[in-house]
């Protein structure tokens, strides 16, 4: 069974500019959640999804946004760059939403901005 | 609000050594989760373990073995004989009841080098 698929792995932009960011989940699960991760803020939520509709957003401006199609297929966006958006960007998937499920996590996109 | 502090930012240790990763969390909630993730340098966190509020049955599972005291609120985690591929960065998370959705909260994480 394949796992989380990201893509791309690495990516370099400029300030400005916007980016979109892939992420295929585990077949059959429903449930998509990405994470930033910095040195500096550590792993922190982004949104999540769960049959198209996003269930729960966390604490990054309206630059940051998502989408789930009908395949559970989930793409971020992230619009007019920053360098303080360098970071590596965590896709996760799960069966269901919420209690005891486990999070199955892809292994990333490196994302640089110059 | 949840918070995770995971107070060693780093630990090394030589191969067969036993190492334990302090886990301290903090939540008003009464119906809690809690979980530990790996990191490996290849950047996908990866399942280790959860444990529920109601849950206080320590667990061991081969050379891994998990500590959840509520009266303290810790999750900790040990390593017995460590290996060299236990390197990696290892996150506790926390995640609330029934209404939260998936989302978890990480501590910081604790970078474990484990020296031949």
């Known amino acids: 069974k394949a796992g989380v698929t990201q893509t791309p792995r690495y990516l370099i932009k400029t300030r400005g500019q916007q980016v979109t960011l892939s992420c295929s989940p585990i077949s059959g699960h429903r449930s998509v959640s990405w994470y930033q991760q910095t040195p500096g803020q550590g792993l922190q939520f982004l949104f999540e999804?769960?049959?198209?509709?996003?269930?729960n957003k966390g604490n990054f401006p309206g630059r940051f946004s998502g989408r789930q199609f009908s395949n559970s297929r989930s793409e971020m966006n992230v619009s007019t760059l920053e360098l303080g958006d360098s970071a590596l960007y965590l896709c996760?998937?799960?069966?269901?939403?919420?209690?005891?499920?486990?999070?199955?996590f892809g292994s990333g996109t490196q994302l640089s901005v110059l | 609000a949840q918070k995770v502090t995971q107070a060693q930012t780093e630990i090394s240790v030589v191969e067969k050594e036993d190492v334990t990763l302090d886990c301290v969390y903090e939540?008003?909630?009464?119906?809690?989760?809690l979980f530990w993730y790996k990191q490996p340098p290849s950047g996908e966190l990866v399942f280790l373990i959860r444990r529920n509020s109601f849950d206080e049955q320590n667990e061991i599972s081969g050379r891994y073995s998990w500590n959840f005291q509520k009266s303290t609120s810790s999750f900790n985690f040990t390593i017995t004989a460590s290996q060299v591929v236990d390197s990696a960065v290892y996150f506790c998370?926390?995640?609330?009841?029934?209404?939260?959705?998936?989302?978890?909260?990480f501590g910081e994480g604790t970078q474990l080098t484990v020296n031949p």
């Open positions: 996760a998937s799960s069966l269901a939403v919420g209690g005891s499920e486990k999070l199955f």
């Open positions: 999804y769960f049959s198209e509709t996003q269930r």
């Open positions: 939540t008003r909630d009464t119906t809690y989760y």
């Open positions: 998370a926390l995640r609330r009841g029934e209404t939260s959705g998936s989302r978890l909260t």
